[in-house]
Nanobody, 120 residues
Framework: QVQLVESGGGLVQAGGSLRLSCAAS????????MRWYRQAPGKEREIVAT????????DYASSVEGRFTISRDNAKNTVYLQMNRLKPEDTANYYC?????????????WGQGTQVTVSS
């Protein structure tokens, strides 16, 4: 089994910054890619950013491009989301998701979520 543990959410004023972290732990696993999702009240969960573990290539939702940066630390099995120039509409519960290989099977694992609140 693999666990994803998130940290770093909180309350920030518009224009401010936060950094989220998500650490994967377990036995004998290999990360394929990691994603950050978010879900605001009354809205569907949406993909925010994706990073390939092998080559570090990234992809972003248009709503966060240029403001958010996803990165990884391979040695720590940790993915980060640096969020700058935050807006009230970024307020949501943020989840990390990992596509992770255990043995010969790829699984999808989720973190517990961390709340980000941006005040205007």
């Amino acid at each position: 089994q693999v666990q994803l543990v998130e940290s770093g959410g909180g309350l920030v004023q518009a224009g401010g910054s936060l950094r989220l972290s998500c650490a994967a732990s377990g036995r004998a696993f290999r990360i394929n890619h990691m994603r950050w999702y978010r879900q605001a009240p009354g809205k569907e969960r949406e993909i925010v950013a994706t990073i390939s573990w092998s080559d570090g290539s990234t992809d972003y939702a248009s709503s966060v491009e240029g403001r958010f940066t996803i990165s990884r630390d391979n040695a720590k099995n940790t993915v980060y989301l640096q969020m700058n120039r935050l807006k009230p509409e970024d307020t949501a519960n943020y989840y990390c998701n990992g596509n992770i290989r255990v043995g010969t099977i790829n699984y999808s694992y989720w973190g517990q979520g961390t709340q980000v609140t941006v005040s205007s």
